[in-house]
């Protein structure tokens, strides 16, 4: 399979309040590139507590990170109508893209999703949950720092080309959305 992967962290409920993100390339099911940076997400965000406690990063973490538009520039080839572009819980992810792309007035790109919760609960309904890291524990794939948006990616990604070799492609296509 050929994708990217994508994960976003947040200063708080605000979908456009990013202070991580990262992406990872996957071609022929090797992942062969990955991006990582902190977001500044302008001074008119208030982290929240409950965010922070979840990811550890704070309001000073940040303060020299390069905001969005900044970070748009090195990632935004790779959001094309005909690339997959998956995430554990796209839904939140691809809110937090168009979100943030929206604060900044940067018309939202359109891409095909894939979230691996759905392709988790349709391939592994035995699991108790579908949470990142209890996929990825019962796929025998290390995530080292749940919650580091670079980890959770790369096991996301992982979780992906596990289910296209394990199960092969047919039960995800269907899947797969145009946003």
Excluded: C
Aim: negative net charge; aromatic residues 8%.
């Amino acid at each position: 399979m050929n994708f990217i992967a994508m994960d976003f962290e947040t200063a708080s409920v605000q979908r456009h309040s990013a202070v991580s993100m990262a992406v990872v390339v996957v071609r022929d099911n090797q992942l062969v590139d990955q991006f990582y940076s902190l977001i500044n997400p302008g001074s008119d965000v208030r982290f929240d507590s409950r965010n922070t406690a979840i990811h550890g990063i704070v309001a000073e973490d940040v303060i020299n990170a390069p905001m969005f538009p900044d970070v748009w520039q090195q990632i935004k080839q790779f959001y094309t109508p005909e690339q997959l572009v998956i995430a554990h819980n796209a839904p939140f992810d691809n809110g937090v893209l168009r979100a943030t792309l929206g604060h900044y007035g940067i018309g939202a790109p359109h891409y095909l999703s894939l979230d691996t919760v759905r392709t988790s609960r349709k391939l592994y309904p035995q699991l108790p949950n579908h949470k990142l890291n209890t996929v990825a524990a019962a796929l025998g794939i290390d995530l080292e720092h749940h919650h580091n948006a670079l980890d959770d990616t790369v096991a996301a990604a992982q979780i992906l080309v596990t289910q296209a070799t394990t199960f092969g492609v047919d039960p995800i296509k269907p899947l797969v959305k145009v946003i």
